[in-house]
């Protein structure tokens, strides 16, 4: 069995982190998948998901490695390219990629005790994303 749905954000960018494992959990919840995957994939070339332990200092960590690792004040040559000024979103959303596949077991997502689903918007300016969520299995 195979089920999809989406989750609307509406971002700030600039590095800004959400929390969506209580959505995430809400559609395994919904689609009656016992054992199986979830894929939890964003849309764009720009955001990124992964799994952290959602507290604000971490949350302040990620943002200033992405910032020493990717600076976002330096010359890319995409940006020269498409004059968006955004290459190192674009960088930084590639470093990190767009998907995760968690495994779902008895109806529940096997994250650990401080593990979450977060979705990263790189980008230079607001957006609205689209993250899709199959959750495949039996």
């Known amino acids: 069995m195979l089920k999809t749905k989406h989750i609307t954000l509406n971002t700030k960018g600039r590095d800004q982190v959400i929390d969506i494992t209580g959505e995430v959990q809400e559609i395994v919840n ?3 998948i016992d054992n199986g995957l979830a894929t939890v994939f964003v849309h764009g070339s720009t955001a990124s998901v992964t799994t952290i332990e959602y507290e ?3 949350i302040k960590d990620i943002k200033n490695l992405d910032e ?3 600076p976002s004040d330096a ?3 995409h940006d020269a390219t498409w004059g968006d000024a955004n290459g190192y979103a674009h960088l930084r959303a590639a470093m990190i990629g767009p998907s995760l596949g968690i495994p779902v077991e008895k ?5 650990g005790t401080w ?3 977060i979705v990263i918007d790189h980008d230079n300016r607001p957006r609205e994303r689209e993250v899709i969520v199959q959750i ?3």
């Open 107 to 111: 109806g529940a997502l096997t994250l």
């Open 115 to 117: 593990q979450q689903i």
């Open 136 to 138: 495949m299995g039996e």
């Open 68 to 70: 020493k690792l990717i």
């Open 56 to 58: 604000p200092g971490l």
């Open 75 to 77: 010359a890319y040559a």
């Open 30 to 32: 919904q689609s009656k």
